[in-house]
């Protein structure tokens, strides 16, 4: 792709999924961004509208589009409610792609999404070299959440509050797990997450300590690399696929039933997005990833319906309202078992909020460009969490957990912020 | 194109935030919901007060810029794509307060950018109802509303956006502030200009605030469908209904094609063997609802109802309603171009207009689908087309063509919801008469001296 002649032609290839947009407009009724900034551009109608007209070159500044491209939280929720069913989020990843490999890749993304992320010795000795140090940059702030804010980095970090990295990450705690199968035989891969395992480790210890109790055996390595989505929300295809071909390495040695993560987005990654990229790995690998796909599974579902834990359904006790996370309700359909999750624990009675299905604005990278915005969308949620009066709002997705701790944090609530399981587990001894 | 010195005089005015210069910015309001051409506007402009929108207004008429006003641009007649490439868009999404809720005068005042379900929404709180219920309620704003007259489900018995319009502020197309109507239920102050604003699509003023007539909401429901193996009886059983002096809240109705595309996609056992299928609602006092339930079921059955079915929860009922709400959905998704039409003919002219409609779809090798408000004889024939297709589009043009001739032959209207626009503009005149048209363009001319309010819309100036 030299010309714009050349990516107007790669565009073209998804003028049958653009031209299907009725042009509606009820993706204003959904859309988190649209929400924020009220403008056309920033809605499904008006992404798909720019790319047909790049496509059609009646508009011909590919920065400019792909600028319009980014200021998105991919939520899907658009898709969701789409009339013509529009597969708005495919349009939008393959778009990002292609404009992005016309523009080149910025040079801190390549340096983040090709060697920091998929490379895990690098990215754990980051972090273990970073995790000390940050005593001396970190002031706190949210007292029920945890969070701290660092002035001194204030020219990367904002004003941000944000959880501090873990002292120790889980795999330096564990290392690599193998454990031989139990007594009811199931086995399961435990896909942490870069989250789960550098900054939640208490949730994924959580996670951890549930498997146990349920005598569920895990395959932990310790090399696993980054899920993927935030160098494919970027239009880094082949950064995404660096990564994925490190943790298919890792995983293919181990003989297990099912892929648990407790992070929404490595769910959907897992599930949705590799197989998508499938066809650019030897077919080795390709049966790998569609069997890894097959085998995927949201920690909450794989509770339910696999060890049949139930919401202990009692109406006192401490008061715990839900988040949908994007990637667990849009993209996986999954709803009800984290709240059964979240309520199996006899403590605690669950009280709905309103919009609870509509986006926190992490958006994983989102977050990181368009913090003004995230921040805005946060409040709306922060304002629905506050006003059902809980003391816990629970979510199946450490990205939306670390949005909810920054916008609570930043109106000096009380409300804590905990994974589904963290709270099941609990009272589990 | 716009002079950088106006673009900065609006940068200060509004606020950076609040005027979009860029190209891609502008070519995302080129287009509204109707199947026309892209017109991408000079500027787009998004005042937050109303003080702003009349400086705004001012501004361009001195400049002699043209301007349409847009809302949520849900619009289905391309009332709100830009006349030309030097007209400013004027958005009204940044005024969006509800002024007053009022339950002792049941009323309420708002800024035109209030999005139609919020405000229903917001009065729902207080044990209150605004009826006018459009498609796009979920995202179509009060001025859009009123500048279209906009309709919905429940025109039959409660009447359509202009049977709630108490009173209107607008200003002119010099940016002079009008005001018209009150929280009164009876105004006979000066002309009723409100009643002119209304469906005036843009063309007379630009809305900066309305008093909306609010009801006391319905205590109960009660839904049902009918079958038909034939359109006609179908038809006749909604006159029999009205003859029976019940006017339920919605009267919907599904042909054949539409009942096997849902049934297709939400496998929810609809009939689909039937030649149409009624969904009928009536509300009001418990007691009144049972009776009118009973006589609506009789007369269905008297006039051939092949199977009559009453949900007995709240969960059968959701499922009832999903086949209607499900039908436009359905039908965009068979192919790439949807056009939504809204021809209406009087209720009794219903098979006559359905019969039509299937011989222009056999003559013209097309694919039509046709659901809507049979109550009201407003039905939505949905043409399923691919307008990359030249030649396929050429005929779906000429069947719309045949297909107002039909409307107007059976005494029907063009438009019953979804306005003029420029979509229908030539159409006018055969509706209408020569003089309507000329009465239209003096009228504006004497208003807007320079033809700068959305100017090719309707019947032009």
């Known amino acids: 792709m030299n010309t714009l002649q050349d990516l107007a032609r790669r565009l073209m290839q998804l003028d049958d999924r653009v031209i299907g947009c009725m042009k509606c407009g009820l993706c204003q009724a959904v859309c988190p961004m649209f929400g924020a900034s009220g403008m056309e551009a920033d809605v499904a109608r008006g992404k798909l509208a720019l790319i047909d007209n790049l496509a059609h070159e009646t508009i011909r500044d590919p920065q400019a589009v792909l600028d319009k491209l980014g200021r998105c939280l991919l939520c899907g929720s658009c898709q969701a409610a789409c009339p013509p069913g529009v597969k708005i989020i495919d349009v939008f990843m393959e778009a990002r792609e292609v404009v992005t490999a016309f523009l080149g890749l910025h040079p801190v993304k390549k340096m983040i999404f090709r060697t920091l992320l998929a490379r895990p010795e690098l990215f754990n000795f980051a972090m273990r070299v970073g995790a000390p140090m940050q005593s001396l940059l970190f002031r706190k702030t949210g007292q029920a959440q945890g969070t701290v804010c660092a002035p001194m980095l204030n020219f990367m970090l904002g004003d941000r509050h944000m959880r501090p990295l873990a002292k120790k990450s889980l795999h330096a705690v564990y290392g690599a797990i193998n454990e031989p199968r139990r007594a009811n035989g199931i086995k399961v891969a435990f896909f942490p997450g870069c989250l789960g395992d550098k900054m939640y480790t208490d949730m994924a210890e959580a996670c951890l300590k549930v498997l146990r109790h349920h005598n569920v055996s895990v395959f932990m390595p310790d090399k696993l690399a980054c899920c993927g989505i935030p160098a494919l929300s970027s239009g880094d295809a082949d950064g995404m696929i660096k990564e994925l071909k490190v943790n298919l390495k890792a995983l293919e040695k181990g003989d297990f039933d099912y892929i648990v993560t407790p992070c929404a987005s490595c769910t959907a990654t897992i599930k949705e997005f590799w197989p998508r990229y499938a066809d650019r790995l030897t077919v080795k690998e390709k049966n790998l990833v569609l069997d890894l796909s097959a085998k995927a599974m949201d920690i909450n579902d794989f509770l339910v319906k696999k060890l049949e834990v139930r919401s202990a359904g009692n109406t006192s006790g401490a008061v715990v309202t839900y988040h949908d996370s994007c990637h667990l309700k849009k993209s996986l359909g999954i709803a009800a078992e984290p709240r059964a999750v979240a309520t199996a624990n006899p403590e605690y009675t669950l009280k709905e909020m309103a919009e609870a299905d509509r986006c926190c604005g992490c958006g994983g990278s989102f977050n990181l460009f368009h913090y003004d915005f995230s921040r805005k969308i946060g409040q709306r949620k922060r304002n629905n969490v506050v006003a059902t009066g809980a003391q816990v709002v629970a979510a199946g997705c450490p990205a939306c957990m670390m949005q909810l701790e920054d916008v609570l944090s930043q109106n000096n609530d009380s409300v804590k912020v905990k994974h589904t399981v963290e709270l099941y587990a609990e009272n589990l001894r | ?461």
Request: with cysteine.
């Open chain 2, 1 to 461: 194109m716009t002079s950088q010195a106006l673009i900065k005089d609006f940068e200060e005015m509004l606020g950076k935030d609040n005027v979009f210069s860029s190209e891609a910015d502008r070519q995302t309001y080129s287009y509204d919901s109707a199947v026309l051409t892209p017109v991408v506007p000079a500027l787009v402009v998004r005042p937050i007060t109303t003080e702003q929108l009349g400086l705004c207004v001012k501004k361009l008429y001195e400049n002699g810029i043209p301007m349409t006003v847009r809302g949520a641009g849900s619009n289905l007649s391309g009332g709100t794509i830009p006349d030309k490439t030097d007209t400013v868009v004027i958005l009204t999404n940044g005024l969006t307060k509800i002024l007053e809720i009022n339950s002792n005068d049941l009323y309420a005042v708002v800024e035109p950018g209030v999005v139609t379900v919020d405000l229903a929404t917001a009065v729902a709180r207080l044990n209150l109802f605004y009826p006018p219920d459009p498609g796009s309620q979920a995202v179509s704003t009060i001025g859009g509303n009123i500048a279209e007259n906009a309709g919905g489900l429940r025109g039959l018995k409660y009447g359509v956006t202009k049977d709630y319009v108490m009173g209107v502020e607008f200003f002119d197309a010099t940016g002079e502030i009008v005001k018209s109507g009150s929280r009164t239920v009876k105004c006979v102050t000066g002309y009723n200009l409100a009643g002119m604003l209304t469906q005036s699509e843009g063309t007379l003023g630009i809305i900066s605030q309305a008093i909306l007539k609010l009801v006391p909401p319905p205590a109960a429901q009660k839904a049902m469908m009918a079958e038909f193996d034939d359109i006609q009886k179908a038809a006749e059983a909604v006159s029999g209904i009205i003859a029976a002096h019940i006017v339920p809240c919605t009267l919907e109705f599904l042909d054949n094609n539409t009942i096997v595309r849902v049934d297709d996609f939400t496998k929810s056992g609809l009939p689909r063997d039937a030649a149409a299928i009624l969904l009928i609602e009536v509300d009001g006092h418990p007691g009144q609802v049972a009776d009118e339930a009973a006589v609506v079921e009789k007369v269905l059955k008297e006039n051939g109802a092949t199977a009559v079915h009453i949900p007995k929860d709240e969960q059968e009922k959701t499922k009832l309603w999903e086949a209607r709400r499900m039908a436009l959905p359905v039908l965009a998704r068979c192919r790439p171009t949807t056009v939504l039409e809204d021809a209406t003919v009087p209720r009794s002219q219903i098979p006559a207009m359905m019969k039509a409609i299937n011989e222009i779809a056999a003559k013209y090798k097309l694919e039509i689908g046709t659901f809507g408000h049979a109550g009201d004889g407003n039905l939505h024939p949905t043409f399923l087309t691919d307008k990359r297709d030249k030649e396929e589009f050429h005929r779906v043009e000429e069947a719309i063509d045949e297909l107002f001739d039909v409307a107007l032959k059976l005494q029907g209207t063009l438009s019953g919801e979804h306005g003029i626009g420029t979509a229908k503009a030539k159409w006018m005149e055969k509706e209408t008469s020569r003089g309507t048209i000329l009465f239209s363009q003096r009228l504006r001319r004497a208003l807007d001296p320079k033809g700068l309010l959305n100017a090719s819309k309707l019947v032009g100036i």
